[in-house]
T-cell receptor, first 117, second 114 residues
């Protein structure tokens, strides 16, 4: 069965601190995609990154970085030098890509990040 | 940059009434989805649509729900007889190719059932 777990419900940090958001997933497919989305207070879902199961290279984009480890089924997200504008709910999601899959996203519960000035 | 649009942004309806939520996906996309997010909870998959038919639906998507792509551009979600528990944010999403590309989400329609 497919499942995404974000064990951290809420995280509060002070501006300029680094913060890591955890994501653990379960799937039986060997081919799958992992995503992170940001949901600011305005409510829209903003795409941050997509990763396929064959690419375990870590990725860095500005202050954002992602650590994908198949051995632990984890896809963690780190924000370096956090800013108040990073305050949002962050969702990790999984999409299985095997035969018959429709590309639907299975979301985790989300982690609410509050960055205080 | 192309984007998914949804109307209305907020809909208030009485229990038992029918509502239609509208979405205009990105024009060259082939796969379409509806998701629901009850306030403060996670985003949940409702239904996927490809080649003018439902390709998958969740257990939430019961007989009260239906989807349609009536004119090749709009993608609608109809709830026949709304219940209080249907109150949620409904997101439409589209993608060119399932899984290989990001799903582009619309801004959502907040449905309030009173």
């Amino acid at each position: 069965a497919q499942k995404v777990t974000q064990a951290q419900t809420e995280i509060s940090v002070v501006e300029k601190e680094d913060v890591t958001l955890d994501c653990v997933y379960e799937t039986r497919d060997t081919t799958y995609y992992l995503f992170w989305y940001k949901q600011p207070p305005s409510g829209e879902l903003v795409f941050l990154i997509r990763r396929n199961s064959f690419d375990e290279q870590n990725e860095i984009s500005g202050r954002y970085s992602w650590n994908f480890q198949k051995s632990t089924s984890s896809f963690n997200f780190t924000i370096t030098a956090s800013q108040v504008v990073d305050s949002a709910v962050y969702f990790c999601a999984l999409s299985e890509a095997g035969s018959g899959n429709t590309g639907k996203l299975i979301f985790g519960q989300g982690t609410t990040l509050q960055v205080k000035p | 940059e192309p984007e998914v649009t949804q109307t209305p942004s907020h809909q208030v309806t009485q229990m038992g009434q029918e509502v239609i939520l509208r979405c205009v996906p990105i024009s060259n996309h082939l796969y379409f989805y509806w998701y629901r997010q009850i306030l403060g909870q996670k985003v949940e998959f409702l239904v996927s649509f490809y080649n003018n038919e439902i390709s998958e639906k969740s257990e939430i998507f019961d007989d009260q729900f239906s989807v349609e792509r009536p004119d090749g551009s709009n993608f609608t979600l109809k709830i026949r007889s709304t219940k209080l528990e249907d109150s949620a944010m409904y997101f439409c999403a589209s993608t060119r190719d399932r899984g290989h590309y990001e799903q582009y989400f619309g801004p959502g329609t907040r449905l309030t059932v009173t």
